[in-house]
């Protein structure tokens, strides 16, 4: 079993700060990849920035500047620090990863956490 569990999520007001955690749990040898995505009401999940184990980062246009994603290998543990946030970044927060679990072989899973719920509001 591997499991992702976001938490740091909650209700800003406008210019806030909040930084999101993703623990990651189980039976996991090594991790491709990390990524936050996120999905606001009505609308389509959207990737928001993604972490290579290589230490490559790509964000979505409308987030650079103002998120930014890191992780702790020692931990398994991804973060994302938010600054600035305004009402378009209400949404919920996914963690998403690639996981090579130590009871296989072959090409890495995708998980999904269950999300966190992020809402900017004065």
């Known amino acids: 079993q591997v499991q992702l569990v976001e938490s740091g999520g909650g209700l800003v007001q406008p210019g806030g700060s909040l930084r999101l955690s993703c623990a990651t749990s189980?039976?996991?040898?090594?991790?491709?990849?990390m990524a936050w995505y996120r999905q606001a009401p009505g609308k389509q999940r959207e990737l928001v920035a993604r972490?290579?184990?290589?230490?490559?980062?790509t964000y979505v246009d409308s987030v650079k500047g103002r998120f930014t994603i890191s992780g702790d290998n020692t931990k398994n543990t991804m973060y994302l620090q938010m600054n600035s946030l305004g009402p378009e970044d209400t949404a919920v927060y996914y963690c998403?990863?690639?996981?090579?679990?130590?009871?296989?072989?072959?090409?890495?899973?995708?998980?999904w956490g269950q999300g966190t719920q992020v809402t900017v509001s004065s």
């Open positions: 189980g039976s996991i040898f090594s991790i491709s990849a």
């Open positions: 972490l290579y184990r290589g230490g490559r980062i």
């Open positions: 998403n990863a690639d996981i090579y679990r130590l009871d296989e072989t072959g090409a890495p899973r995708n998980y």
